[in-house]
């Protein structure tokens, strides 16, 4: 089921094409509202017709669910083209943040070793290698003030932080904001890892846990959607889980006993 992870430059090129498409392993997201708390009021579901948006947090939980991981591409559109998100430093510094707040309300809370954050530029068609190399290795804390880092952000709302309202500032006097990819990596889960053994579930085989979204839902990854799964369909995948990671054992055993019984 694990597909390999496509191998890309350091950088997006604004109104191309990627190499690679929707899959079990990777989404595209063409915004960055990470909870359902972020969406904007009219993108939300009525009764008369389904929301135009979806939080990115039920992608995440179906990529941490499967066990396999999977990468979230924000700034990416459904047909893979990539559009970019402007974001100054600070807003940069609320997406992350976002994300490990997000991480801490799942059911169990899922550890930071179990996920990545980048943030990757996206250029201009025909720009030159002086300027890629030079766009790819800007540091954009470097220009910024320290003591502003540590203001407080707004999460879950769909509400205007203050960085938000800083980067309007920033446009509104002609400054240029860089544009960049958002890529949140699941990382699959490693039954061997000493950061997972309290984390798993069993003690024999430590399967990944299932986590609940800040919603209370469980989502699972199949081929390029996602499915929402009930708690009788969680009971059957874990038995599944069980006894495909348990089979050689349980043959094993079987053949212990047999051997025993001849004498």
């Known amino acids: 089921m694990a597909t390999s992870r496509p191998k ?15 899959d079990a392993m990777h989404e595209f997201k063409g915004h960055r509202n990470l909870t359902i708390e972020e969406l904007p009021p009219w993108t939300q579901e009525s009764k008369t017709e389904k929301s135009s948006r979806k ?23 459904d047909s893979g083209k990539v559009s970019g998100l402007k974001l100054t430093q600070y807003q940069k510094d609320h997406v992350t943040g976002s994300l490990q707040d997000l991480m801490g309300r799942y059911t169990p809370p899922v550890k930071s070793h179990r996920y990545k954050i980048k943030f990757i530029p996206v250029l201009s068609k025909g720009v030159s290698e002086k300027d890629i190399t030079r766009q790819c290795s800007y540091d954009s804390s470097s220009v910024v003030d320290i003591t502003g880092r540590s203001r407080e952000h707004l999460y879950r709302t769909h509400r205007y932080c203050w960085c938000d309202n800083d980067s309007n500032a920033q446009h509104n006097c002609g400054l240029l904001i860089a544009d960049y990819i958002i890529e949140i990596r699941i990382k699959p889960w490693d039954s061997t890892d000493p950061r997972n053994k309290d984390h798993g579930m069993g003690t024999l085989i430590n399967l990944h846990p299932i986590h609940e979204n800040e919603e209370g839902s469980v989502y699972f990854r199949r081929q390029a959607s996602l499915v929402k799964y009930s708690i009788t369909d969680i009971v059957q995948v874990t038995r599944k889980q069980v006894k495909d990671s348990c089979r050689k054992e349980i043959e094993r055993l079987k053949r212990e006993i047999h051997q025993a019984c001849k004498k």
């Open 8 to 22: 890309v430059k350091p950088y997006y090129i604004r109104g191309s094409i990627v190499p690679f498409e929707e």
């Open 55 to 77: 939080s990115v947090s039920r992608t995440i939980n179906a990529f941490l669910n499967t066990g396999y991981g999977g990468t979230v591409y924000l700034g990416i559109i």
